[in-house]
């Protein structure tokens, strides 16, 4: 199942980076009755949410253990760390993890080497590389043509 089919009220998300990507996520669980929440650092990243957006906006650091308490990480299902850096979204991936007993815990990395490492861990990751190569790919065999 989609992180985005059949989002129930009884399923709390939290999303940490509201960049394009996060505000994203975050516009669609919203918009599929998700219960979400997304934090940032900077206030003004919460422009890039729908004007409908129907969950939570919180400033705060995603690596900080007060600002996860406070966004009630412990009754989250899912954590997705997307901020634009590697290092700050595996820390919180671990920390969700590890810390506060999230399951369902999903990691942005730019850096591909690194996927391989984290996915040992036990922590899901996307790589915006590989995807990317991947659909190229599958727009090349489309054509009958080979990467």
């Known amino acids: 199942m989609s992180l985005f089919e059949n989002s129930k009220k009884e399923k709390y998300v939290i999303v940490i980076g509201c960049g394009r990507l996060g505000a994203n996520i975050a516009n669609t669980l919203s918009d599929n009755d998700g219960d979400v929440l997304i934090m940032d650092t900077e206030k003004s990243a919460f422009r890039r949410l729908a004007s409908n957006f129907g969950g939570l906006s919180v400033v705060g650091n995603g690596t900080d253990m007060d600002d996860l308490k406070n966004a009630q990480i412990k009754r989250a299902s899912s954590v997705i ?67």
Not at 86 to 111: C, G, K, P, S, W
């Open 81 to 147: 760390a997307v901020t634009n850096h590697d290092n700050t979204n595996i820390m919180i991936a671990q920390m969700a993890r590890d810390v506060f007993h999230i399951e369902n815990v999903i990691a942005r990395l730019y850096d591909t080497e690194r996927e391989s490492v984290y996915q040992a861990l036990g922590i899901k990751t996307i790589c915006p590389a590989v995807l990317s190569a991947k659909e190229v790919d599958k727009i090349l065999e489309k054509r009958g043509e080979k990467v």
